[in-house]
């Protein structure tokens, strides 16, 4: 039971490419959320999603998409990366199965920079 | 706004000496309250949460927080620090109403001097 994984753990992107941060987790749990952590920011939510196929928006999407297709996968696009997406992303989902407000597990995080 | 405030952005600590760490909270209800604790190039990890009940909370690795309704705080505390509580210690607070919502203090790093 690995239980929230992400890759890649690094990269380096040049501004105007494209990218897809993966997320995966293997607890069936319905509920995941991608998070950015920049200096003196802490962590903010880009985009979560309830459960397969139900994906909204956190309190910084622009410039960022997500799918669910299904339960295990939450990647996270970048269509057209820019510096000021240069960042620590981590994904996470509750520890429980139950209330979605429950505390996070966190992913180990993907580094990325924008060039 | 909702906002997590945690004041103290560096925190230099001697080995043995006690450690408070502060959080405040902007919200018209009581939210649900956690301390996580993010060591270099790590995820973040739960050191404690507080939902109801008891306002001293007790949680991993020797750490202890208040609720203190009156002060919107949530302050972390151990009587006697290690060389390995050395990471950055974040706030967080869940909203108790309308759209969840899961709000991060910008974060306190704590240094440990030997």
């Known amino acids: 039971n690995a239980g929230v994984t992400q890759t890649p753990k690094f990269h380096i992107l040049k501004t105007g490419q494209s990218m897809t941060l993966q997320c995966a987790q293997d607890?069936?749990?319905?509920?995941l959320s991608w998070y950015r952590q920049d200096p003196g920011m802490g962590l903010r939510r880009i985009h979560y999603s309830v459960a397969a196929g139900i994906t909204d928006k956190g309190e910084v999407p622009d410039g960022y998409n997500v799918s669910r297709s299904n339960t295990e996968d939450f990647p996270l696009r970048l269509e057209s990366a820019a510096p000021s997406q240069t960042s620590v992303y981590f994904c996470?989902?509750?520890?429980?199965?139950?209330?979605?407000?429950?505390?996070?597990?966190f992913g180990p995080g993907t580094r990325l920079t924008v060039l | 706004a909702q906002s997590v405030t945690q004041p103290d952005i560096h925190i230099t600590v001697s080995e043995g000496a006690s450690l408070e760490l502060r959080c405040n909270y902007s919200?018209?209800?009581?939210?649900?309250l956690f301390w996580y604790v993010q060591s270099p190039g790590q995820g973040l990890q739960l050191l404690l949460k507080?939902?109801?009940?008891?306002?001293l909370v007790q949680g991993n690795k020797g750490f202890e927080a208040e609720f203190k309704r009156s002060q919107s705080s949530f302050n972390l505390r151990k009587p006697s620090v290690h060389w390995s509580d050395a990471a950055e210690y974040f706030c967080a607070v869940v909203l108790t109403s309308g759209t969840y919502k899961y709000i991060f203090g910008t974060g306190t790093r704590l240094k440990v001097l030997a």
């Open positions: 919200y018209g209800a009581t939210p649900y």
């Open positions: 507080y939902f109801s009940g008891d306002t």
């Open positions: 607890m069936n749990h319905g509920y």
């Open positions: 996470a989902s509750p520890t429980d199965k139950g209330p979605f407000y429950n505390e996070q597990f």
